[in-house]
């Protein structure tokens, strides 16, 4: 709720720039002002804490990886949510894999597919987007189901690609890089019904 709460606020209130997160730590460093970005960065990270705090995880590296899973994730969504469907593909995809490591939870599973659904056709439909407040909201559900039920090693490997994806788009633009893409490009533009 904290993380939809500020990509909410960043959705109502942000600016165009500045962009990532190198770029609002720069500009808070330089003009002292806290922008809407800063601010959702921060309620991230303290949800994070306090969620990864929360739980009672038996292996001392799961409380690294929760706390990496829940920053990233929900800020890897933001990053994605910039056509219809994008984020949803990527939940898609990984929400399966998740799945169909954590298959014995029938409340998880049944709750997952029918988030999919409703949310496929609402942005299928072109009846909206997720918008930041949605997409960190959805990252970090996704994310804290895989520090909750996933296995230490996926958690580490999701955690690193997470980590990866993260320094590359402060670097680059993913959207160029999925329209460079042959592959990627065809896969983004799968799926939107035009009226």
């Known amino acids: 709720m904290a993380v939809w ?3 909410w606020l960043d959705d109502r209130y942000g600016k165009p720039f500045p962009k990532g997160i190198k770029g609002h730590i720069q500009h808070f ?8 970005g800063l601010l959702k960065l921060a309620v991230t ?3 994070a804490f306090f969620a990864a705090m929360a739980y009672p995880f038996e ?6 990886f929760t706390f990496s899973l829940l920053v990233l994730g ?19 995809v990984y929400g399966i894999l998740l799945l169909y490591v954590i298959r014995e939870e ?3 599973t049944t709750s997952l597919l029918l988030i999919m659904v409703v949310w496929f056709y609402i942005e299928a439909a072109e009846e909206g987007m997720l918008g930041d407040n949605g997409a960190a909201a ?13 296995p230490l090693a996926l958690q580490a490997v999701v955690s690193g690609l997470l980590l990866f994806f993260t320094i590359y788009a402060e670097r680059h633009s993913l959207t160029s890089a999925i ?3 042959p592959f990627l490009s065809r896969i983004d533009s799968w799926g939107i019904a035009k009226k």
């Open 106 to 108: 029938v409340t998880v």
């Open 45 to 47: 990270v303290a949800a």
């Open 29 to 36: 460093l330089k003009s002292g002002e806290m922008t809407t």
């Open 179 to 181: 329209a460079a893409s």
């Open 59 to 64: 292996h001392p590296l799961a409380l690294f």
């Open 5 to 7: 709460i500020a990509g």
């Open 74 to 92: 929900p800020h890897m969504f933001n990053l994605l949510d910039t056509r219809p469907l994008r984020v949803w593909k990527v939940f898609f």
């Open 138 to 150: 959805s990252g970090g559900l996704l994310f804290y189901l895989t520090a909750v039920y996933a």
